[in-house]
């Protein structure tokens, strides 16, 4: 029997939502896969067919399917984005948003608000509205730091990414500077601790705060030291 029709019997002993789940399961897997390598128009196509399955499972348990449509459509945002397609994404992730936004009162459920939130703060960038980016990037520090314990630095790489794109609307922008210094000083040091146990995985996420803070100290007027960093980076940014 091929791997086809095992797939095959095995989906005509399931109950239909049984049977949707796996399909989804699949898509999303499939999906994940061309992500991976880059190919986001085929990751896209999955994702949205993935989505629409919870879509049609909701009807009947929106309680039980509501996070993972979410996850689903949040998954078709970023694909979109990589796509360029802001607008799409921007739509798709607010209601990702939405749809998750009930459950706020579970711990599992705020890394995924702050990623998501995290994300549309960097679409709306993209589309010129920065009085929502900004915003909208404060809400997603705010979801990731409410799963985390208190602490003079807590190591946690979503936080210091989240930290920087805060810092690095504040500094296109020009405005909120004073909170857009310790903020991406705080990234930095995040990444300078993780880098210096996985150089290979983090050392590009931190030559990249370097990089925000180097336009964070020109926004403030420390030239000098926004190109003492410059020249510490070097060609390590492209």
């Given at each position: 029997?091929?791997?086809?029709?095992?797939?095959?019997?095995?989906?005509?002993?399931?109950?239909?939502?049984?049977?949707?789940?796996?399909?989804?399961?699949?898509?999303?897997?499939?999906?994940?896969?061309?992500?991976?390598?880059?190919?986001?128009?085929?990751?896209?196509?999955?994702?949205?067919?993935?989505?629409?399955?919870?879509?049609?499972?909701?009807?009947?348990?929106?309680?039980?399917?509501?996070?993972?449509?979410?996850?689903?459509?949040?998954?078709?945002?970023?694909?979109?984005?990589?796509?360029?397609?802001?607008?799409?994404?921007?739509?798709?992730?607010?209601?990702?948003?939405?749809?998750?936004?009930?459950?706020?009162?579970?711990?599992?459920?705020?890394?995924?608000?702050?990623?998501?939130?995290?994300?549309?703060?960097?679409?709306?960038?993209?589309?010129?509205?920065?009085?929502?980016?900004?915003?909208?990037?404060?809400?997603?520090?705010?979801?990731?730091?409410?799963?985390?314990?208190?602490?003079?630095?807590?190591?946690?790489?979503?936080?210091?990414?989240?930290?920087?794109?805060y810092a690095q609307l504040r500094a296109a922008a020009g405005v909120e500077l004073d909170r857009a210094q310790p903020t991406i000083g705080e990234s930095v040091a995040i990444y300078q601790e993780l880098a210096a146990g996985d150089p290979a995985q983090y050392e590009p996420e931190l030559f990249a705060s370097f990089a925000?803070?180097?336009?964070?100290?020109?926004?403030?007027?420390?030239?000098?030291?926004?190109?003492?960093?410059?020249?510490?980076?070097?060609?390590?940014?492209?």
């Amino acid at each position: 029997m091929t791997r086809g029709s095992r797939e095959r019997f095995g989906e005509a002993i399931m109950s239909r939502e049984d049977q949707l789940i796996a399909r989804a399961s699949r898509l999303e897997s499939r999906g994940s896969d061309w992500y991976a390598d880059g190919r986001f128009e085929q990751a896209a196509a999955d994702f949205e067919q993935a989505a629409a399955i919870y879509r049609e499972l909701m009807v009947d348990s929106p309680t039980r399917f509501a996070l993972r449509l979410a996850a689903e459509i949040n998954n078709l945002a970023l694909a979109r984005a990589k796509l360029g397609r802001y607008e799409e994404a921007v739509s798709a992730l607010t209601e990702a948003i939405q749809l998750a936004g009930p459950y706020d009162d579970q711990p599992e459920v705020l890394p995924f608000l702050g990623g998501v939130t995290s994300s549309l703060a960097g679409a709306l960038a993209e589309l010129g509205q920065q009085a929502e980016a900004l915003a909208i990037s404060e809400r997603a520090v705010l979801f990731r730091r409410a799963v985390l314990p208190a602490g003079e630095l807590i190591i946690d790489a979503d936080l210091a990414k989240t930290l920087r794109l805060y810092a690095q609307l504040r500094a296109a922008a020009g405005v909120e500077l004073d909170r857009a210094q310790p903020t991406i000083g705080e990234s930095v040091a995040i990444y300078q601790e993780l880098a210096a146990g996985d150089p290979a995985q983090y050392e590009p996420e931190l030559f990249a705060s370097f990089a925000v803070m180097a336009t964070v100290l020109d926004r403030v007027g420390r030239d000098d030291e926004a190109q003492a960093i410059r020249t510490f980076l070097g060609d390590k940014i492209y």
